[in-house]
């Protein structure tokens, strides 16, 4: 496990579906830069590029890529628990599969919010939280946590939609994506409240639901179900939107624009989910260039080098990025106004800082996001023979610290860091909750994650 990247790229077999690791750094890259272009600080505090121009909002229709990473979640978490299953034999196979691929995910996240914590407590109590750019900054830095929220109850799913995806195949997804359009037909049709927050779960498990069919081999430009090929699922996700946001209530931009009354993101909508197609299949089709390139050493070294801290980046990115903010106001230096000429001229410089910052904080942080998986065959091979089979674990328990953990993280996300000490609270599930809670959320379920497994290292496929 203390193989460096160099050793990981030459071990991989000739059978892994390297494409796969390369949308999944990719598609994190793009978040991070995006959010990096968007934020558009000045002296009165932090607002969005995309509103200040609108213009650029139709950019979002290639940058919103997190629909990309959800695919590629659905697709390893697949084969992760079709490898488990051979291996355990069906004892305890769903703790055991909770707790392998939950440890690269919640160790890093918890580590961060920490650290930020303490950094709250202490600017809060030094009388500094309320800020121009310190409150900003509390408020927005746990923002991006929904996303491992929504990550953690596609892991927590995994086991009963997969059942539904080898009974039904395709028809599982339609059947998701169904329920979202009622869903957004009920909200601004009939009106009705609170449906909408429904879609949190039918659009991204529908996205992820295309990994499964992916994992089968089912979406291909060949493949059985025309439906399902690339060129198909691009055309009609971006038709579908294309004429969703033109003649219904969605709005242009595919994440969320301050002020707005409907938004494609929070919670999504059935235009997301075409935008979603669109990007699914657009990725698809550029698969056999993208082996060809993978091929080369040099670039899948880089890729599993990548990959190897991919989380860390993403959860402190937004720190490197106010702090340089921060360090312009610290020196007297004046921002500009946002979407000036010469704010556009500082942005590859603050790009490159931000990038440099990111690199010292994954140096110093990188230790507590798991070693690279092991290289994996692609679904199309046949299965590894597996060692001995784990011990049972208690599903009970993993299930109930996955819920504690999704449920904390999204109400962290929600709450921010801000008001510590004045019990500031969000609406979680129809249920107030704060920012202390909600750590201890976190870390209760956690422990119980944690506590469901064997203590010995389960390696999975994907």
């Known amino acids: 496990m203390d193989m460096s990247a160099r050793d990981l790229a030459e071990a991989t077999p000739a059978t892994r579906d390297r494409y796969v690791d390369l949308l999944r750094v990719a598609s994190l890259a793009t978040v991070v830069l995006g959010h990096w272009l968007m934020a558009a600080v000045s002296g009165d505090g932090i607002g969005n590029l995309l509103a200040l121009v609108p213009g650029l909002q139709m950019l979002t229709w ?3 890529i997190m629909p990309v990473f959800f695919f590629v979640g659905g697709f390893s978490h697949a084969l992760s628990y079709r490898s488990l299953e051979r291996k355990a034999g069906g004892r305890g196979v769903y703790a055991a599969f909770l707790r392998a691929r939950l ?27 309320d800020g121009r750019l310190s409150g900003a900054a509390l408020r927005l830095v746990t923002q991006p946590l929904w996303f491992i929220g929504i990550y953690l109850a596609m892991v927590a799913l995994t086991p009963p939609l997969l059942g539904l995806h080898r009974r039904w195949g395709w028809g599982a997804f339609a059947a998701l994506a169904g329920a979202a359009a009622a869903v957004d037909l009920l909200r601004f049709a009939a009106g009705v409240p609170y449906v909408e927050f429904l879609n949190f779960a039918f659009v991204w498990l529908a996205v992820h639901q295309l990994g499964f069919l992916r994992a089968d081999g089912r979406i291909t430009p060949t493949g059985r179900t025309r439906l399902l090929r690339p060129t198909v699922l691009a055309a009609a996700g971006l038709a579908g939107a294309a004429l969703l946001v033109a003649y219904g209530p969605y709005p242009l931009s595919m994440v969320g624009m301050p002020g707005e009354k409907v938004s494609n993101m929070a919670p999504p909508t059935l235009a997301l989910l075409c935008h979603g197609l669109w990007l699914v299949g657009a990725v698809e089709l550029l ?18 080098a ?16 106010l702090a340089v903010y921060a360090a312009q106001l610290a020196l007297g230096m004046r921002l500009p106004e946002p979407a000036s000429a010469a704010w556009w001229a500082q942005v590859p410089v603050r790009l490159l800082l931000a990038a440099a910052l990111t690199g010292l904080l994954v140096a110093a942080f990188r230790r507590f996001e798991a070693p690279t998986p ?24 993993a299930a109930a610290g996955i819920t504690l953990c999704l449920l904390g993280i999204l109400g962290l996300s929600m709450t921010g860091l801000g008001g510590l000490f004045e019990g500031h609270s969000a609406t979680l599930v129809a249920l107030p909750v704060t920012a202390p809670a909600a750590i201890a959320m ?9 506590r469901s497994a064997p203590s010995r290292r389960v390696r999975l496929r994907g």
């Open 306 to 321: 990548a990959n190897g801290i991919a989380m860390t980046a993403f959860l402190w990115h937004l720190t490197a990025m």
């Open 287 to 304: 698969g056999a260039p993208a082996a060809r390139l993978l091929a080369r050493p040099r670039v899948w070294r880089g890729v599993v």
């Open 442 to 450: 976190a870390l209760g379920g956690w422990y119980l994650v944690e």
């Open 103 to 129: 440890r690269r995910l919640l160790r890093p996240t918890l580590v961060f919010v920490l650290v930020w914590t303490a950094a709250a407590l202490a600017v809060q109590a030094a009388g500094r939280g």
């Open 62 to 64: 290639a940058l919103q």
């Open 374 to 397: 092991t290289p994996t065959p692609a679904p199309a091979a046949a299965p590894a023979a597996g060692g001995p089979a784990p011990a049972a674990g208690s599903s009970p328990r």
